[in-house]
């Protein structure tokens, strides 16, 4: 029995979370579901974004489904990464038919390192000049690019592609492109290559079929992978992932879309997506692929909620797709 911490946080959140949690509960599933509170309405009622108990019954769980966080973000869901060692950041991008985007028949995944770069927030301001310290080590380049290579080989891809700057940033990014090569010698059945991260950025607007996985460091993945949601379509449809040796952190790339919460039109699709993401890092491939499916029928037949130009409202979209999986 799997042990999941469901936390629907702000916004959008609960009612994205209510939509996929009605498909997961419909399936026979061995997993054992605890409502927990993070974000903006927990720091009113609890003094703490994330209230110490929250914290406390996360770590004796499997895995956290995260709905979406609100301005508490970065002490909700960057604490959660760093207190749960999530090294690993997967955002897959697809495009789907029926949704408009730049470019059709994509389908690559960003791992992103989750754990160091600029990010650690190592920042100083002394008489009106500010620093900031790039960490990037040899052992969390090497974890990641590794888990890249493997999610590569599990899923069958030919490539993979290192992002950096390595001809300005000659030490830290220097360090990254040279492990890449490094483990890339372990994996003789897939391509390897790489790119500078600004040449990369034009390349995924202009042939971003040319990608299949990219690996790449923390900030310049947070960069690229929205890119790269927005080649295919949007936030409405980027699932993510946040996983470590332990446990594993789930969650849509939107945010709590404070404008639409509470009319019940929130796009359940990243939140559903995400949830795929969960059942796959169980195990359950082919159950997470036949809900993909399910998504893809959805949309194709308008089946969706306005943003994606249907008339169906969050749970009914949900409901719609519940229908398609169930015989």
């Known amino acids: 029995m799997k042990k999941i911490a469901v936390i629907p946080g702000d916004g959008i959140g609960k009612e994205v979370m209510d939509a996929a949690m009605l498909i997961l509960e419909n399936l026979d599933l061995p997993f054992h579901y605890i409502w927990l509170e993070a974000g903006d309405e927990a720091q009113k009622k609890h003094g703490k974004p994330l209230p110490d108990e929250t914290l406390e019954e996360v770590k004796e ?35 789907f038919r029926g949704v408009p985007s730049i470019h059709s028949d994509v389908n690559m995944v960003i791992v992103r ?37 493997e999610l590569a080989e599990n899923e069958g891809r030919k490539k993979v592609t290192a992002l950096h700057k390595a001809n300005v940033m000659r030490k830290t990014c220097g360090l990254f492109k040279r492990v890449f090569y490094e483990v890339a010698r372990d994996f003789d059945d897939i391509q390897a290559d790489d790119y500078y991260i600004d040449a990369a ?36 449809l980027a699932p993510s992932a946040n996983v470590g040796e332990r446990y594993a952190l789930f969650e849509p790339v939107h945010g709590a879309a404070f404008d639409i919460a509470g009319m019940g039109i929130a796009n359940p699709s990243a939140m559903i997506l995400t949830a795929c993401m969960m059942l796959r890092h169980f195990g359950y491939v082919e159950l997470a692929d036949d809900i993909e499916k399910a998504v893809e029928m959805a949309i194709e037949n308008g089946k969706t909620t306005p943003d994606l130009g249907g008339n169906l409202k969050t749970m009914e979209m949900a409901q719609t797709i519940l229908s398609y999986i169930q015989p």
Do not use: H, W
């Not at 900031?132 to 590794?146: D, L």
């Not at 990219?214 to 080649?231: E, H, K, Q, R, Y």
């Open 61 to 95: 769980c499997d895995a956290v489904l995260f709905g979406a966080a609100g301005e508490s973000a970065a002490d909700v869901i960057v604490r959660l990464r760093q207190e749960l060692n999530t090294f690993a950041n997967i955002r897959p991008a697809r495009a």
């Open 201 to 236: 950025c034009m390349y995924m607007a202009m042939k971003p079929r040319m990608f299949d996985v990219i690996v790449t460091t923390n900030m310049f993945g947070d960069i690229i992978s929205d890119l790269a949601a927005g080649v295919v379509g949007g936030l409405g």
């Open 113 to 149: 390192e989750n754990t160091e770069c600029l990010y650690r927030g190592i920042e100083f301001e002394i008489d009106g000049v500010a620093e900031a310290v790039r960490i990037i080590t040899e052992k969390a380049s090497e974890r990641i690019v590794r888990y890249a290579f």
